[in-house]
C-alpha cells in the first residue's frame, strides 16, 4: 500500500543534444534542469543549476565535451576514486596496528597533504604518468621554511601512494596491478642523507649553561620559570637517553628507575621504558640515560614528590621553549643554514657519545639509541672526519725483529 501510494518519478525532457547523446530533463515537477549522457556503459547524471534552456544548454554542453574529452583520454569514471581507498587504507592500518602509533599519525599526516593531488581521481588512472606528473608538481612547492621539497620527501609521497595501490589490490580487490613508480637516482632526484644538525660538545654546553641561567632569572613569572625548569631537564634527559622527542613525552614516573651499572665504576643510570618509533602494540623499548639524565632525574623527583607513578614526566610542551633557547644561543642555524629544534638533542646526545665515548662501537651505541648501526651512519655519525684521521695516525709499536723495525721505518717515510 506504501508503495502503491507513493508518488511515481517523473521525468521531462526539456531538450536532447548531440543526437540525443545528452539530454535535457526536469525531474519530479522541479524547475531546475538536469543534464544526462550515457559513457563508459552507464548513465551519468548532472544538475546544472539552471532554470532556463539557454543557461542550463550552456552548462550542460561544456560539462559534456570535457566528458568526452576525459574520456578520450582514457579517464575512467565510474571505477573507485583514490580518496575513497586512502580512507579505507588509514581505517586498515588503525585495525590491524601492524605499525606503530607514530607512524599511523604519518599517515594521517601524509594523505593531509596529498588529498588536492587527488580530487574525484579515480584509481585506475593512477598511472606512471601521472605519479611522475606529481613527483614533479610537488618538487616545485615550498616548506613552511620556504625551502624546496626534498627528494627524500618525494620518495615518502610515492611510499605512501603505493601503500594505498597495494591495499586497494590485496584487501579490497579492486586492482589487478599497481603501476610502475618513479626512481629516485640521478642528480635531481637522488636520496641523499640530511641528517639534522646537533650541537657539539663546546655547543652543548653553551646551550645548557644558558638554559640552567634562564631558570633562575628572576624578572620571569612564576609559569614561565616552571616552563624553564622542565625545559632544562628536558634536555638533559633527551640528551643523556638519546630520546626522540616522542619518546621524552610518553614517559611516566613508572617507566624510570634509578640504577647502578655493571662497570667497573658503578655508574647510575636512569633505566627507561619508551613508546618508541619501533614499538608494536604499546610494548616499551627500553632506553638508559647517563650522567645529566642521573642528575636531572633526581631534581625532578625531588621537586615533584607529590608526583603519582602514572603522572607524566614532562608535563610542558618545550617545541617553542627549545626554538627560543636556541635563538637566544645564536645557535638556531648551523654553518650550511639548516635549523636545530629539539629533534637536535638525540642527535647531540649521540654525536657526544661517538666523539667522547672511551671506546665508541656503532653496535653498542646503536642498541643504547635503539637504532641500527646503518643509521648510526647514515644520519648520526657527525663527528669532524679529522676527529677519525688523529685516531688512526701513526703506527703501533713492533717488538719483534730489525725486519720489522725496517718495515715501520720505510712505512713512515723516515
Given at each position: 500500500?506504501?508503495?502503491?501510494?507513493?508518488?511515481?518519478?517523473?521525468?521531462?525532457?526539456?531538450?536532447?543534444?548531440?543526437?540525443?547523446?545528452?539530454?535535457?530533463?526536469?525531474?519530479?515537477?522541479?524547475?531546475?534542469?538536469?543534464?544526462?549522457?550515457?559513457?563508459?556503459?552507464?548513465?551519468?547524471?548532472?544538475?546544472?543549476?539552471?532554470?532556463?534552456?539557454?543557461?542550463?544548454?550552456?552548462?550542460?554542453?561544456?560539462?559534456?565535451?570535457?566528458?568526452?574529452?576525459?574520456?578520450?583520454?582514457?579517464?575512467?569514471?565510474?571505477?573507485?576514486?583514490?580518496?575513497?581507498?586512502?580512507?579505507?587504507?588509514?581505517?586498515?592500518?588503525?585495525?590491524?596496528?601492524?605499525?606503530?602509533e607514530g607512524q599511523r599519525r604519518n599517515y594521517r599526516q601524509k594523505w593531509a597533504l596529498l588529498k588536492p593531488h587527488f580530487e574525484r581521481k579515480n584509481i585506475a588512472d593512477i598511472d606512471t604518468r601521472f605519479l611522475l606528473a606529481l613527483r614533479e608538481a610537488r618538487s616545485k612547492a615550498q616548506t613552511k621554511t620556504g625551502q624546496p621539497v626534498k627528494p627524500a620527501t618525494l620518495k615518502k609521497d610515492m611510499d605512501f601512494i603505493r601503500m594505498v595501490l597495494r591495499h586497494a589490490c590485496d584487501i579490497e580487490k579492486l586492482l589487478e596491478r599497481i603501476p610502475t613508480f618513479p626512481s629516485f637516482r640521478g642528480e635531481a632526484w637522488e636520496v641523499t642523507p640530511s641528517p639534522r644538525p646537533f650541537l657539539d660538545h663546546d655547543q652543548w654546553v653553551k646551550v645548557r649553561k644558558l638554559a640552567k641561567a634562564r631558570v633562575d632569572d628572576p624578572d620571569q613569572n612564576p609559569r614561565s620559570q616552571r616552563q624553564r625548569q622542565e625545559l632544562y631537564w628536558f634536555m638533559l634527559i633527551s640528551v643523556g637517553a638519546a630520546l626522540r622527542v616522542g619518546e621524552a613525552y610518553s614517559l611516566h614516573w613508572r617507566d624510570c628507575e634509578l640504577i647502578k651499572l655493571n662497570d667497573a665504576d658503578h655508574t647510575e643510570a636512569v633505566h627507561m621504558k619508551v613508546l618508541g618509533k619501533h614499538s608494536r602494540g604499546g610494548k616499551r623499548e627500553e632506553a638508559y640515560g647517563m650522567f645529566g639524565a642521573v642528575t636531572a632525574f633526581k631534581a625532578m623527583k625531588a621537586a615533584r614528590p607529590e608526583a603519582k607513578p602514572d603522572d607524566k614526566l614532562f608535563t610542558e610542551n618545550h617545541r617553542e621553549g627549545m626554538k627560543e633557547l636556541l635563538i637566544k644561543a645564536k645557535l638556531r642555524t648551523d654553518a650550511n643554514g639548516q635549523t636545530r629544534d629539539s629533534k637536535s638533542l638525540r642527535q647531540t646526545g649521540i654525536s657526544l657519545r661517538?666523539?667522547?665515548?672511551?671506546?665508541?662501537?656503532?653496535?653498542?651505541?646503536?642498541?643504547?639509541?635503539?637504532?641500527?648501526?646503518?643509521?648510526?651512519?647514515?644520519?648520526?655519525?657527525?663527528?669532524?672526519?679529522?676527529?677519525?684521521?688523529?685516531?688512526?695516525?701513526?703506527?703501533?709499536?713492533?717488538?719483534?725483529?730489525?725486519?720489522?723495525?725496517?718495515?715501520l721505518s720505510e712505512s713512515a717515510g723516515e
Open positions: 500500500m506504501a508503495a502503491a501510494s507513493a508518488k511515481a518519478e517523473t521525468t521531462e525532457v526539456v531538450a536532447k543534444l548531440y543526437e540525443g547523446k545528452l539530454r535535457l530533463e526536469r525531474r519530479d515537477g522541479g524547475t531546475l534542469i538536469t543534464a544526462r549522457t550515457f559513457i563508459q556503459g552507464k548513465l551519468v547524471r548532472k544538475t546544472t543549476g539552471e532554470r532556463t534552456l539557454a543557461a542550463a544548454t550552456k552548462v550542460a554542453t561544456g560539462w559534456y565535451l570535457d566528458l568526452l574529452g576525459r574520456d578520450r583520454k582514457g579517464e575512467h569514471f565510474h571505477g573507485h576514486f583514490f580518496g575513497e581507498v586512502a580512507e579505507k587504507f588509514l581505517t586498515h592500518a588503525e585495525q590491524t596496528r601492524e605499525v606503530s661517538l666523539e667522547l665515548g672511551p671506546n665508541p662501537d656503532y653496535r653498542d651505541i646503536a642498541k643504547w639509541a635503539r637504532t641500527s648501526p646503518a643509521m648510526i651512519a647514515a644520519f648520526y655519525d657527525q663527528t669532524h672526519p679529522q676527529l677519525s684521521v688523529e685516531r688512526i695516525v701513526g703506527f703501533r709499536k713492533r717488538t719483534s725483529g730489525k725486519e720489522s723495525q725496517s718495515a
